[in-house]
Nanobody, 127 residues
Framework: QVQLVESGGGLVQAGGSLRLSCAAS????????MGWFRQAPGKDRESVAI????????YYTDSVKGRFTISRDNAKNTVYLQMNSLKPEDTANYYC????????????????????WGQGTQVTVSS
């Protein structure tokens, strides 16, 4: 049974940093793109950062460019999101996800492209 378990969320002041981790178990995803999405109350889920299966390509939504960094360790079946210079508008529940298609040649930002999801970790940034 596939499980994605996120950790690292919490409460932080504006300008602070957090590092999210997502460990996958049940199968290996070394040839699947992986990503982080977030959803704030009353808003749609949005893609935040996506990384290719080999780590060679990344995508960031405009609002986090220069502040967030996605990375992965295929040996540990884990994806990370380093979040710096956090802002109150970054407050949301953050989810990691695995692309349904192994070896997809582009980084999809669409939720429906992702087959496996974690339970989410809350990030709250106070002003």
């Amino acid at each position: 049974q596939v499980q994605l378990v996120e950790s690292g969320g919490g409460l932080v002041q504006a300008g602070g940093s957090l590092r999210l981790s997502c460990a996958a178990s049940g199968r290996t995803f070394s040839n699947h793109n992986m990503g982080w999405f977030r959803q704030a109350p009353g808003k749609d889920r949005e893609s935040v950062a996506i990384i290719s299966w080999n780590g060679g390509s990344t995508y960031y939504t405009d609002s986090v460019k220069g502040r967030f960094t996605i990375s992965r360790d295929n040996a540990k079946n884990t994806v990370y999101l380093q979040m710096n210079s956090l802002k109150p508008e970054d407050t949301a529940n953050y989810y990691c996800a695995v692309d349904a298609v192994g070896g997809r040649g582009y980084l999809s930002q669409k939720s429906y492209a992702y087959a496996y999801w974690g339970q989410g970790t809350q990030v709250t940034v106070s002003s």
